[in-house]
């Protein structure tokens, strides 16, 4: 099992910045891609930015420029830069980790963390 805890999230106005982290905790594990999602009321969950464990990056449109991923594989952690934050950019947030266990990839997920963009 791996278990992973996000933080970060909080109210911030409109143009400001977060940074939320997502540790990933557990035994004898291999992190391949880790993700950030997020969801707002009434909506789909959106993928917004994944990295593998080489370094490769993708971005959604909506947050190409303004968010940036990253990652400490030897934290196992994983971080999302949030800049110029709108107020389309409430929602909470979740990671997302793609984990090797021998031979199987295994998904999980963590609790969310809200982050609320008003003036």
């Known amino acids: 099992q791996v278990q992973l805890v996000e933080s970060g999230g909080g109210l911030v106005q409109p143009g400001g910045s977060l940074r939320l982290s997502c540790a990933a905790s557990?035994?004898?594990?291999?992190?391949?891609?880790m993700s950030w999602y997020r969801q707002a009321p009434g909506k789909e969950r959106e993928l917004l930015a994944s990295?593998?464990?080489?370094?490769?990056?993708n971005y959604a449109d909506s947050v190409k420029g303004r968010f940036a991923i990253s990652r400490d594989n030897a934290k196992n952690t994983v971080y999302l830069q949030m800049n110029s934050l709108k107020p389309e950019d409430t929602a909470v947030y979740y990671c997302?980790?793609?984990?090797?266990?021998?031979?199987?990839?295994?998904?999980?997920w963590g609790q969310g963390t809200q982050v609320t963009v008003s003036s």
């Open positions: 990295i593998t464990s080489d370094g490769s990056t």
């Open positions: 557990g035994r004898d594990f291999s992190i391949k891609t």
């Open positions: 997302k980790a793609i984990v090797k266990y021998g031979l199987f990839d295994y998904q999980y």
